[in-house]
């Protein structure tokens, strides 16, 4: 079969990418991102010469190309992950936001539907998206399958609209859909624009840690090995025209979250303890917050027998680890072009 993943060089389709690369050698896997500043080719060096794997790179919003790209290729299966994914990014430059995620979706669909409507059988369509087009929870509840859409930044509503645009090629023209919608990952690999690589990158420089609003935000965290490997069990074995949402039923207020972090970087760092928390500094709160994600992952649990395999602390601690053992990663990834968002982000927050 030959796998159109589109996004594998950011965070989460590079743990894909090796995942289908190494396990399904029969398989050609096909990797297509522009390498935008969340891209990186280095974030999957480790399989860039198997002999199953293709990376093309290119804009999924290009008609012209992804059209070029079908042909050549010969795609059947598309894992659809490339997106703008930073809600704090969505909030400086929102329709780069409508681009990427609403315009690139449709076209990937446009261009399948062309290239598989004589034969749908054996074909797929997987869109990878995020639990945040539910809106925000309050202090009860968790996102189900059924819960009603409503997006409250222009991310997650560039997010739902694509999830409507996958439905809507579904429903019309046949085409063959699968949709997952995720809580928070952290692992490997992640740019350091999201909390926990970002806090873990300032700590190792002594930079101050900026905790939005009262940092009473709650986020339910996924380790991003077992969102791939619930992406591998959905593209494999779940139903046709169905959606899962996937989830770590691992809720955490940011505060705690960001102590539990301080605590175990000051002992891997061999620092005093209570250091790294000194670094906590409160500032100006995103537009638009949402309060609470927290995600009901029974459907995935219950049909496909997924779970997650490990603890927080855990992850957390893994994670951590990864972070300092590749440094040199870190320090490409915030040289250049990262130092000006810093700046745009976060000095005018605490100095407003
Ligand atoms: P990321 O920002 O790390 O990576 C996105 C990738 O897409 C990058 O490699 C980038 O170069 C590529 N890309 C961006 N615009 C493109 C375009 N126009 N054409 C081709 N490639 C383009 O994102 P991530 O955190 O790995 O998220 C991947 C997907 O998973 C996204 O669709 C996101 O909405 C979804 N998701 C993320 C999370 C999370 O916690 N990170 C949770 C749930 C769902
Ligand atoms: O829920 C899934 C979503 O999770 C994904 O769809 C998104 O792609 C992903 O970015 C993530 O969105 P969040 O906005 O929840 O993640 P982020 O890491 O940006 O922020 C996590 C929480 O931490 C949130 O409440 C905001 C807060 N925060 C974040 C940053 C970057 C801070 O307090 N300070 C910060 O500097």
Same mark, same amino acid.
């Given at each position: ?232 069990? /959905? ?22 979250? %960001? ?8 002992? +891997? ?50 994670? /951590? ?21 810093? +700046?745009?982000?976060? %000095? ?5």
């Amino acid at each position: 079969m030959k796998i159109l993943i589109t996004g594998g060089a950011g965070f989460i389709g590079s743990h894909l990418v090796r995942r289908m690369v190494d396990n399904y050698p029969e398989y050609q896997i096909y990797n297509l991102d522009k390498l935008t500043y969340a891209g990186n080719l280095e974030n999957i060096k480790d399989v860039e010469n198997k002999p199953n794997y293709h990376f093309i790179k290119g804009d999924i919003a290009d008609l012209e190309f992804i059209r070029s790209s079908f042909s050549q290729y010969g795609f059947e299966g598309v894992i659809h992950l490339a997106a703008e994914s930073h809600v704090d990014r969505s909030i400086l430059d929102p329709l780069a936001f409508v681009t990427t995620n609403m315009v690139g979706t449709a076209v990937l669909l446009q261009v399948a539907k062309e290239n598989w409507k004589d034969d749908f059988d054996g074909k797929l369509f997987y869109h990878v998206s995020t639990d945040e087009v539910y809106g925000s929870l309050g202090d009860e509840g968790f996102f189900v399958e059924e819960t009603p859409y409503d997006p409250r930044s222009p991310y997650s509503s560039s997010k739902a609209g694509s999830d409507h645009l996958v439905r809507a090629w579904g429903h019309t023209y046949g085409l063959p859909v699968k949709i997952s919608n995720c809580s928070n990952n952290y692992g490997a690999y992640q740019f350091p624009e999201k909390l926990i690589p970002l806090f873990i990158n300032n700590i190792v420089n002594r930079k101050p840690l900026p905790v939005y609003g009262r940092g009473v935000n709650v986020r339910d965290w996924l380790w991003v090995e077992d969102h791939a490997a619930a992406i591998d069990l /959905i593209f494999h074995k779940g139903t046709i025209g169905e959606t899962y949402n996937i989830g770590g039923h691992n809720e955490w207020k940011n505060i705690d979250l %960001i102590k539990l972090l301080c605590q175990q970087m000051d002992k +891997k760092l061999q620092r005093p303890e209570g250091s790294s928390e000194q670094l906590i500094t409160y500032v100006k709160d995103r537009a638009g917050h949402d309060m609470r994600y927290a995600i009901d992952a029974g459907k995935i649990k219950k049909e496909l027998g997924w779970s997650p395999s490990v603890t927080f602390e855990q992850g957390l601690s893994k994670t /951590i680890d990864w972070y300092l053992e590749n440094r040199q990663w870190l320090d490409n990834v915030t040289s250049g072009v990262y130092q000006a968002y810093y +700046k745009e982000q976060y %000095i005018k927050r605490q100095n407003p």
